[in-house]
């Protein structure tokens, strides 16, 4: 997705309509094929009900010529979420929460007389916090008999990578970064424990689902010869999702930094003196969109928000993500997005042409970028050279909060510890002469009762 | 791997007993014949289930029921009556909002609003019988 004018890279399978850019607005054609439909959902109350539930993205009519006029029937003008995130981003309960509202969407149009056609974690978003449906043209007219059409792609997309983060590992939903489509089920009913076949839903939804499909694909079959499924049983096999779904829990798994905080290098003083000199750097330069990176459990995060209107916290620890976003929902907080980034590998553009979902680097940059005990992460353990480390920041921000964390600091020795320490320039010269090329140091305060420094640095 | 799929294609057998008038399936994503098969029997196997749920909670209701509940149930009774009267009393508005909402999405919604009959086909309710 670029700023300026075209079409938009992920929209391009459904021939219903597709997104577009006009001079930096976001805008839907609707095709002559889908005007039925839409009408359906505005006229049966679908559309109003699902959006002042919030399950829906708001749009408005756009009186604005199409971006193909052929077979052009309208164009709306959807309300732009501010930062697309990606199902391989989200923690256990985002992508829980995320199913759930696709449910919720499908039981609602099934009263109206309304059916999804398609089922993809892709078309949901995280929205004031909540998970919403961004796209417009995924229901059509509900006819008896008709089996749910998305019901696989329910299953490939949130089923199976919630089944195998609550009872393989927490880690699999990135997964779904190979597999832009869904989890294979064939695939996931191999990597689930054999004992998962003793469970009615997981044995239903997966593994016979995914042996009804292999039996399938080599056979030849009539398709006048698939059954329909009666008003009632499509209800009861969407109460049967829901019901596991709603069922499934986190599984915490040994992971690296969910206690952090508790095994810091700073008195519970020193932690709030910290804060304050962040809180301080912020309001001076005026932060408005924020990326927190290796932000942990959001603690941060959270004193940004003071300033700034929107927070991306970035971690590679599932358990800090699910611990944020939970803490994030218990205080109603909407302007904090907690995803799953590894820096190391951060998301990459993917799918067709490379295109299809962006990478984490496309999606910004952004005003601010806070960076409080992560270089020695960046440089001890993975490497990286310190001008190195400078360029990747001066990509993501103007004004950057980065805390220096000094050799003789226990956390650096415990990095140290088992390998042999070639990192000569990592001093404090050796952070200053790094960064020095493309940013200019513009506060430098020494955290209290500690030999952490903390910086604020604007690109030059 | 080889034990576990003969497993699954014994069990897959032992669900397959599902019969219903077939349906023609068209869509934009390939659902799968598979998955479209295995969902008429999974509907079928958890609608049974879902059905006897359904009666259990009724017998378990109608033996544990107590006086309180039903003055519970009388109370909220008056209060869902009550409800609806009031919204009764403010339908004009809500229609109101209802052609403005239609206004603002479809291009010939105003005008087609005012001249809008539900009972009319492939308008809204009146077809789908809901």
Known sequence: MDGGSGTVAGSFRDPSGFLFRRDGKLLRQINQRYRKDYELLVRSGLYEELNGAGLLITHRRADV???????????IEPEEVPFISYPYEWCFSQLKDAALATLDIQKRALERGMSLKDASAYNIQFLRGRPVLIDTLSFEKYEEGRPWIAYSQFCRHFLAPLYLMSRKDNRMGVLLKSFIDGIPLDLASTLLPFRTRLRLPILLHIHLHARSEKKYSEEQIDPETIKGISRKGLLALLDSLEATTRKLKWKAGGTEWAEYYDETNYSAEAFEQKKNIVREFLEAVGAR????????????????????????????????????????????????LPLLIDLFNPSPAIGWEAEERMSIFQRGPVDTVLALALIHHLIISNNVPMARVASFFA???????????PKSDSQVQRLLSAREDIFDDYTLEGFLAGFSELFRVERRVAVPSSERILFLMRRR | MKRQDDIDNELLKAFAFARLLPVRVNGYIGAGTGSLIIQAVIALTVGGLFALKIYWRRIKAFFTRKEADVEDLEQRKAEALSAVHAEADETSGEEAGTESIEAALLPEAAAVASEFDPAEPGAVEGEEGI
Not at chain 1, 65 to 75: A, C, E, I, T
Not at chain 1, 315 to 327: G, H, L, M
Not at chain 1, 395 to 405: M, P, Q, R, S, Y
């Open chain 1, 289 to 336: 969109e924020v990326w927190d990176v290796g932000g942990n459990v959001g603690v941060f995060s959270r004193v940004a928000l003071e300033t700034a209107a929107r927070v991306v916290c970035m971690d590679i620890d599932p358990s800090c993500v699910e611990a944020n976003y939970r803490k994030c929902l218990e205080d109603g907080e909407e302007n904090l």
């Open chain 1, 65 to 75: 010529p199409p971006f193909k006029p052929d077979g052009s029937y309208l164009v």
């Open chain 1, 395 to 405: 990509g993501l921000c103007t004004n950057l909060v980065i805390e220096f964390v």
